[in-house]
């Protein structure tokens, strides 16, 4: 069982920057990946960057080069710095943790976190 907590959501001008934390605890060694994922008003849930255990992060094409993930292991933490951030950032934020319990995958979401980017 893993519990994602996530803060750091506010309201922030256009051009500015906002920093994401996604605290897990529970069955932290089990942890294979984790990610970021948002959703607008009216829009499908979709991911932002994902970190996966042997790999390069990854991101959404159009968010390379003002997103970043990151993971700090002994804070149990995940990261999203977030810059440059317009308008359309506006979105309602989640964590996702992948969990491996023997041949099974497990899969988890924090409660979200409001991001509001207007002036």
């Known amino acids: 069982q893993v519990q994602l907590v996530e803060s750091g959501g506010g309201l922030v001008q256009p051009g500015g920057s906002l920093r994401l934390s996604c605290a897990a605890s529970g069955s932290i060694f089990s942890i294979k990946g984790m990610a970021w994922y948002r959703q607008a008003p009216g829009k499908e849930r979709e991911l932002v960057a994902e970190l996966i255990s042997g790999n390069s992060p990854n991101y959404a094409d159009s968010l390379k080069g003002r997103f970043t993930i990151s993971r700090d292991n002994a804070k149990n933490t995940v990261y999203l710095q977030m810059n440059s951030l317009k308008p359309e950032d506006t979105a309602v934020y989640y964590c996702?943790?992948?969990?491996?319990?023997?041949?099974?995958?497990?899969?988890?979401w924090g409660q979200g976190t409001q991001v509001t980017v207007s002036s």
């Open positions: 996702h943790a992948v969990e491996r319990r023997g041949i099974d995958l497990y899969n988890y």
